[in-house]
């Protein structure tokens, strides 16, 4: 299954627009099943990374983990700052921080302009 990040509204005005981030495709599940073990699998669990266009970490979602789906939302996000044409998402293993999956995300000016 391919993960994707979604971002609603597509373009957000920065200070303005709370975004709700939409997680497809991500695993339920760390490594493999040990019967011996309870619980049988591990949950994986992830973390949303939202940087700037010089990429600087400018802010992070909860810890959580996706439905049996492989799906989350994450409500509200509003990109701080004067709007940055380069930011993007980025979902992350909680553990360690390694890279699943990124989305760019151009942030418009609070007044709405295309700052590329």
């Known amino acids: ?5 979604a ?3 597509e373009e957000p005005r920065a200070t303005v627009d709370a975004c709700r981030i939409d997680v497809t495709g991500a ?3 760390a ?3 040990d019967p011996n073990a309870y619980p049988v699998q591990a949950e994986q ?3 949303l ?10 802010g992070r979602s909860y810890v959580f983990s996706p439905d049996h789906a492989g ?3 994450f409500p509200n996000y509003v990109w701080p700052g004067a709007g940055d044409s380069d930011a993007d998402i980025r979902l992350l293993k909680a553990a360690d921080d390694s890279v699943v999956a990124t989305q760019a995300v151009n942030v418009l000016s609070p007044e709405g302009d295309d700052l590329s």
């Not at 299954?1 to 990040?5: G, R, Y």
């Not at 990374?49 to 400018?58: K, L, S």
């Open 1 to 5: 299954m391919t993960v994707a990040i």
């Open 7 to 9: 971002c609603e509204p």
């Open 27 to 29: 695993n339920l599940h």
């Open 31 to 33: 490594g493999a099943s």
């Open 45 to 47: 669990k992830y973390v």
């Open 49 to 58: 990374q939202f940087r700037d266009g010089d990429g600087n970490e400018v």
């Open 71 to 73: 799906a989350h939302s």
